[in-house]
């Protein structure tokens, strides 16, 4: 690459390495790119290619000091320089380091004297900055005070072992057996709406009253399938280990004879019950395993509980426990005919490592009080 001049601005002329040209060619030739770019690309190209600034002008409908603006940037900084925009310096003045630092400790290191938790205008009265001041020093720290996330660390003294074997049973099942992650949401209600809400409409989000009327519960029991996706599910008017039994022989009427079935459930009572003991020793293809105590998301039919309960339970109007059944009972029926199972990407021992880190995270917390 290299420049020549004459007597007159107008008379600058570029001379293209045959890697740069291919590459503003390329530029100008995809779809994809930004047209500032494609419009900077041109102007070079042009002027490589010995027009004047004049005709150059026409072309890209600009002005001459556009035109010199990127002949010089490509002089100076090649194609990359085409790429970005200069930044214009702030009109506001940046705020001394001390300042920065002062606001960052106070976030992490204490709390407002009448909240739990600073905003934008506290910090800004107590450091003496302005509230947009604040937001940007929070913003550039990675610092989002109003929120928290909750966590639940167990306390299961079987919690590794009990992580490396379900976890096992999702990354590799054992051969000729199913594997189903079984659970009940209970105490579905089948609420009614006292007025009927507007429908979506371009502009305005659809409309549900707060208002409702309770015709009852339902139960939802439920075994997901982790190889097919396919749910086994039945809607019972409670979750004693009485119907908990019901189901169980559901499931064994549903899952062929000739297969082994491993059963992922939490530590709810009913499922420990002396009955249902006794029928578990009857049956001695059906093995259990329990997820550890504080530890239901370890449960893949929750992912399930939440699909229906986001897509078909939440925003419904149901005149009764019939119409509810009904609706639940409509959405397994459509879930099964396509089926997609919920992949598990975590290996036990990721787990196991960030339950340490917590662990030792809470140590630290409790030794520094």
């Not at 707060?210 to 399938?225: E, W």
Request: aromatic fraction near 8%.
């Amino acid at each position: 690459m290299c420049q020549c001049r004459g007597m007159r601005r107008d008379d600058i002329c570029l001379y293209l390495s045959p890697d740069d040209r291919a590459e503003l060619q390329s530029l100008v030739a995809d779809r994809n790119t930004p047209r500032k770019l494609v419009w900077r690309a041109g102007i070079v190209l042009a002027t490589a290619d010995g027009h004047g600034t004049v005709e150059i002008m026409r072309r890209a409908d600009t002005s001459k000091p556009t035109v010199w603006r990127w002949q010089e940037r490509y002089l100076d900084e090649g194609v990359e320089g085409l790429k970005r925009d200069k930044t214009r310096p702030s009109r506001i003045p940046p705020l001394p380091r001390e300042t920065r630092l002062k606001v960052i400790a106070k976030t992490v290191q204490e709390s407002p004297p009448n909240a739990t938790h600073w905003s934008r205008s506290a910090m800004a009265e107590a450091v003496g900055i302005s509230p947009s001041s604040v937001g940007r020093i929070w913003a550039e720290a990675g610092l989002k005070p109003h929120l928290t996330k909750s966590f639940k660390v167990s306390n299961d003294p079987m919690f590794e072992e009990k992580i490396t074997d379900i976890v096992g049973l999702y990354l590799d099942p054992p051969e000729r057996a199913v594997v189903l992650c079984v659970d009940e949401k209970s105490q579905i209600q089948a609420l009614d709406r006292t007025q009927p809400g507007l429908p979506l409409k371009t502009g305005r989000a659809a409309t549900m009253t707060h208002d409702y009327k309770r015709h009852g519960t339902t139960t939802l029991f439920a075994a997901l399938d982790v190889k097919s996706g396919v749910v086994i599910g039945e809607c019972l008017p409670r979750h004693r280990a009485k119907e908990f039994l019901k189901f169980l022989r559901r499931i064994d009427r549903v899952v062929p004879k000739s297969r082994e079935v491993h059963l992922v459930l939490d530590n709810y009572a009913t499922h420990k019950t002396p009955e249902v003991t006794a029928w578990l020793e009857k049956h001695s293809r059906f093995t259990l395993h329990f997820t550890p105590t504080s530890a239901s998301w370890l449960n893949l039919v929750e992912r399930f509980f939440a699909e229906i309960t986001s897509k078909r339970i939440r925003r419904g109007s149901y005149s009764g426990v019939d119409d509810l059944e009904a609706a639940i009972y409509d959405y397994l029926v459509q879930h099964n005919e396509k089926p997609k199972p919920f992949t598990w990407t975590k290996s036990a021992k990721d787990i196991l490592a960030r339950e340490r880190r917590a662990l030792n995270t809470l140590d630290e917390i409790r030794g520094n009080r």
